[in-house]
């Protein structure tokens, strides 16, 4: 029988801590709550989490820089919440890794869509498949559908979020075509966590930060104007 997804929550407000946690629970899934940095350094040191849900206005250390610090070294997948619904808030948080972003106040629903959409895509990472491994090269590059790993020309891997991945493998497979935003948002995770196409454009710069030495002049990943994005590369697959 398969174990509940561990989901840690790090929001400094009771009430709303016990609303996201009961809403969790309800859902099935276990839940370890902090209402600081440290609660989530103290509970990240002692447990396995599969998904982070991050408040961003927090005492001592903020959730953006929380998120960053997370994103540093694991690619567990975070959703950031905060009573800041300005689209720059939005975009620093996605920017610097988190993988989703909820204003408050939410619906409770959303909030158990947006965690599920994100197990879903996370659970990929661990799967076995029986088959052999798949690979996708380009430009020494090289993508192992399989294990969901990224490596780079010099043979170092590059670290990816679960997004990153699954937006950078369908840009992939689909090599020399134009894939519209809402293309993207369909084949990498359908509409069940509500992506919007800012999300797109965002995971489009962090992969050209990874994947070019210069984002500002992109070499593989083009911008079609009122199209979407074009994967330029040829793409060899085994």
């Not at 994100?118 to 076995?128: D, E, G, H, I």
Request: charged fraction near 30%; aromatic fraction near 4%; include cysteine.
């Amino acid at each position: 029988m398969t174990s509940p997804a561990h989901i840690l929550v790090v929001e400094d407000d009771k009430e709303i801590r016990d609303l996201v946690s009961k809403c969790l629970e309800a859902n099935g899934w276990r839940v370890t709550l902090a209402c600081d940095g440290r609660g989530m350094d103290e509970a990240m040191a002692t447990g396995r989490h599969d998904l982070v849900i991050l408040d961003i206005m927090l005492p001592h250390e903020d959730g953006l820089s929380l998120c960053r610090r997370l994103r540093a070294t694991m690619t567990i997948p975070i959703i950031i919440v905060s009573a800041k619904g300005e689209d720059i808030d939005r975009v620093v948080g996605l920017e610097i890794g988190a993988d989703d972003y909820l204003a408050k106040p939410f619906n409770p629903r959303e909030l158990a869509a947006r965690v599920r959409a994100q197990l879903r895509r996370s659970a990929m990472m661990t799967t076995s498949p029986t088959v052999k491994a798949r690979r996708l090269t380009f430009n020494g590059w090289a993508i192992d559908t399989r294990l969901r790993t990224l490596t780079n020309p010099d043979g170092a891997q590059v670290t990816l979020t679960p997004a990153e991945f699954d937006l950078l493998r369908v840009l992939c497979e689909r090599a020399g075509r134009v894939l519209t935003r809402d293309q993207l948002i369909d084949l990498t995770q359908g509409r069940q966590g509500s992506p919007s196409e800012r999300s797109v454009d965002i995971l489009i710069s962090r992969l050209r930060r990874k994947l070019d030495a210069d984002p500002e002049k992109p070499s593989l990943i083009h911008t079609v104007r009122s199209g979407g994005y074009e994967f330029v590369a040829e793409v060899q697959s085994e």
